[in-house]
């Protein structure tokens, strides 16, 4: 524990101060406390040397790829709108904080292909970066999804797990506004249990609360399968 | 969106300082913006958005399996100079996970706000909208559980 000359400022202070959100007595007296005071001082200077704003500032330019979005009913437009726009972003995030935003994503991945164009790469990621080739899983991997799909095809998606019979959906419904070449999905899932999962990206709107497995999944779609650690053994 | 550009980095460093897990305090800030953007008027002034986020650490902490790869996984580094102690303790994750599994949300809060944001009483009362003095019994109910847990005698609130 580090000591301060008085009242720390917290934490919630600093980050305002840094974003210039304080009054201004405050702001004043909050830097006069950050001249004097070394351990708060040290607090500050973390939040500056973070550099995920420098981050963000690179998202803004990519944001000009984003269109509108095809809408599931009329009412909910514009919400779907700004939620694509928020979801790439944060999902764009995701992807620089893991990689340095000037290098290109790596190649690689379980990967899933069908004759029309689709392809799935379910890709392994950790703070450590990006596992490419990932065949297996073990408990609480996580895992992005990079969809490569037609232009025709762009509009909502869903992403659906198969497990022991079971299904689930391990990451939200979203809308691409536009298909292309690896499309990173917003968000990561974390896979578990001993079974082998099969891992599709279901495009349209079909109706899939019957569906089981992925043979009955209605087109168009694109899965790929990762088996669990313990069955190498 | 300009809410997101905005505020984001603040509060990942924020998740990070609680959760101690990069990835994890993604995922946090991601569901926070999810949520929000989902709702027909959505808040988004940071210390709504500050207050989201210190909740949704919260739960990950009350989920058994989170904790354990939490408790299994953790950098301890994302925690960041402690300026605030409970009686000259450092609440870490351990500490955290089990106070987390114990306090109700509104004392868990308070939990978070001293001993991770290092705020003031005031500061809690002000961002919560609760009297101060409510603020005061939360922490030494807080202290009380700490000693509790550490097998210690409770020190002066």
Known sequence: ?233 | MQAYLRYAPALLRKAERILQSRADAQDVVQGVFVELLQTDSPREDFPYLYRAVTNRCLNMLRDRATRARLLAEHDALLRGPERTSCEERSIDLQLLSKLAARLDAAHAEVLICHYFDDMTQEEIADLTGVSRKTIGLRLARIRALVSELVGQPRGEA
Not at chain 1, 6 to 32: K, T
Not at chain 1, 202 to 219: F, H
């Open chain 1, 1 to 233: 524990m580090t000591s301060c000359i008085g009242e720390p400022i917290s934490y919630f202070r600093l980050e305002r101060f840094a974003l210039h959100e304080l009054p201004a007595d405050e702001q004043r007296s909050v830097a006069e406390h950050l001249a004097q005071c070394p351990s708060c001082r040290t607090c500050h200077e973390r939040i500056q040397a973070d550099g995920r704003e420098q981050d963000l500032a690179a998202l803004v330019a990519k944001l000009q790829d984003l269109r509108a979005p095809q809408p599931r009913a009329a009412g909910r437009a514009r919400g779907w709108l700004w939620g694509t726009v928020a979801l790439s972003l944060v999902g764009l995030l995701a992807v620089l904080s893991t990689q340095p935003p000037t290098q290109p994503m790596a190649p690689g991945g379980t990967t899933g292909t069908k004759g029309d164009g689709l392809a799935l790469e379910l890709t392994r990621v950790d703070e450590g970066g990006q596992q490419l080739e990932p065949t297996r899983f073990a408990p609480n991997d996580r895992f992005r999804i990079a969809l490569s799909c037609p232009p025709a095809l762009a509009g909502n998606v869903r992403v659906l797990a198969f497990q022991a019979g079971e299904k689930f959906e391990p990451l939200p419904g979203q809308t691409l506004a536009s298909c292309g070449n690896r499309r990173m999905l917003v968000g990561a899932f974390r896979l578990d249990g001993g079974a082998p999962v099969d891992v599709c990206v279901l495009l349209g709107d079909a109706d899939v609360t019957a569906v089981r497995s992925r043979d009955a999944l209605p087109e168009p779609h694109v899965c790929a399968s990762i088996e669990p650690v313990a069955s190498e053994h």
